[in-house]
């Protein structure tokens, strides 16, 4: 049975756009929230928010993110996430963006094998909640992750999700699903594939590639499409309930946010992040995002969502 996981997208998919989405669409078995940084001491403040509250998440499903290059401050993390009642936590070394990488951290760490060792080891040896990681094929070379397969062959990952880029390529031209099958034939941790899934079409020939895979990581592809992972899992959904159903999610989320901000219109920028990759769910995005980019009131954005799933149609798969 395949299992699909949704990525974690920092200022998307945080408390409000899990819960919301749960209620709207059925395909997703797992969350990962986006990373937290700056655990500095026990009972960090950082972990005092919704995003992470169990009275706010389901802890069975949901597992929180790390970033970090500092392996007292991942226990400290994995500590207070157990305290929580959370079953899993996961470090992020899959953050391709300069800023992050350049300070040694998300992919940035893949450079430096030995630092990771390092980690891994003090971690294992002082954790008891399942230990999971993200990472890419590496950041300058897409063989830095031969140097850290007997790390993860050595110590006891609950998964290894790679995406098949390295960090220099940030998301540009193709996730290279043969190198993953390569890297993959040398793991013994389950492994779950990450990467350039934005159809059915795609998940079918990707699985057909790695029928040893049977765990999958949708990112970009289900905020574009909110429906992929139920109709990877064969889930039908008419055409003509979608454009609804996706209308219902879309002021929700804006209605919940809005709440959650006190009325605040800096939501609006929360929103567009959104609608940069929902606009391709549309036969005509760029009208639409030349609809959505500029504004910031809350009653424009509000009519313009109005007149979108008023006249504009959602593209036929």
């Known amino acids: 049975m395949v299992q699909l996981s949704l990525a974690p997208f920092q200022g998307i998919t945080d408390s409000v756009y899990r819960n919301l989405y749960q209620n709207y669409f059925s395909g997703i078995d797992k969350f990962y929230t986006p990373f937290f940084t700056g655990i500095h001491k026990d009972n960090s403040r950082s972990l005092k928010g919704e995003e992470i509250d ?7 499903i949901l597992t929180p993110q790390i970033l970090g290059n500092d392996a007292d401050e991942i226990i400290r993390f994995a500590n207070q996430c157990q305290s929580m009642g959370y079953k899993e936590i996961n470090l992020n070394m899959g953050c391709p963006f ?8 998300g992919c940035g760490l893949m450079a430096e094998p030995q630092r990771v060792r390092e980690i891994f080891d003090k971690v294992f040896n002082n954790i008891t909640i399942k230990f999971s990681l993200k990472c890419r094929l590496g950041y300058f070379r897409d063989t830095e992750i031969n140097e850290l397969i007997e790390s ?8 290894i999700i790679i995406h098949p880029r390295i960090g220099k390529q940030l998301y540009t031209g193709c996730a290279d699903v043969d190198r993953f099958a390569e890297v993959a034939a040398q793991i013994k941790r389950p492994l779950v594939y990450n990467g350039d899934i934005f159809s059915v079409g795609d998940f079918q020939k990707i699985s057909a590639k ?4 049977s765990m999958f990581m949708l990112g970009r592809g289900i905020l574009t499409n909110p429906f992929l992972a139920d109709e990877i899992k ?37 929103m567009k992040e959104l609608w940069s990759y929902l606009m391709n769910s549309f036969e ?18 509000e009519e313009t969502v109005e007149r979108i799933f008023r006249d504009e149609k959602l593209k036929v798969n």
């Open 234 to 270: 064969g889930y039908i959904v008419k055409d003509d309930e979608k454009i609804e159903i996706l209308h219902r999610f879309v002021v929700s989320l804006y209605l919940e946010r809005l709440r959650h901000a006190g009325g605040s219109p800096k939501i609006i920028g929360c």
């Open 284 to 301: 005509d995005p760029q009208n639409i995002w030349r609809k959505i980019k500029k504004i910031n009131n809350l009653d424009v954005y």
């Open 152 to 159: 993860f062959n050595t110590y006891p990952f609950s998964e």
């Open 210 to 213: 790695l029928p040893q895979v």
């Open 54 to 60: 169990i009275s706010c998440n389901d802890v069975n």
């Open 98 to 105: 300069p800023r992050v990488a350049n300070k040694v951290r």
